[in-house]
């Protein structure tokens, strides 16, 4: 029963990401050509809004839906792997026009071509897990 409440919640989301355009190709060049604040604007609301979200789940000590509370653990050498990680991602994103999340909501939203980029989005997690030992940590 517990699923079901992802389901809506993916939906939700999905459904917000095509009315905001935030999956829009044109939309994401215009971010990286900055020609346009729209994704600055969306990007920056969620950073906003998700660190309020962490405040308050680390002040109440708010628990997931198992019932298990949230913590939020330091990470070493932090800042070095996600340049890396965030390079390669920045790169990625350019060259498609989407990023992870709206990959399966444009196909959803009817475009099958995301469908290749999925595909090499999967290869790329593959390709990680074979040479995650050798990565900057």
């Not at 939906?11 to 939309?27: P, Q, T």
């Not at 979200?53 to 839906?65: E, F, Q, S, T």
Request: net charge positive.
């Amino acid at each position: 029963m517990r699923s079901i409440f992802y389901v809506f919640a993916g939906i939700a989301f999905g459904i917000v990401m095509v009315k905001s355009e935030a999956v829009s190709w044109f939309r994401i060049q215009e971010m990286f050509r900055f020609q346009s604040f729209h994704m600055y604007g969306i990007i920056g609301s969620a950073v906003v809004v998700g660190a309020l979200i962490v405040a308050l789940v680390k002040k109440y000590h708010i628990r997931n839906l198992e019932g298990t509370i949230i913590e939020f653990q330091d990470k070493p050498n932090f800042y070095r792997s996600r340049l890396v990680g965030g390079i390669i991602f920045g790169l990625g994103w350019a060259m498609t026009g989407a990023c992870p999340g709206p990959l399966f909501v444009n196909v959803g939203a009817g475009y099958p071509v995301m469908l290749v980029i999925i595909g090499f989005a999967v290869l790329g997690a593959f390709v990680h897990g074979l040479i995650a030992h050798k990565l900057p940590k």
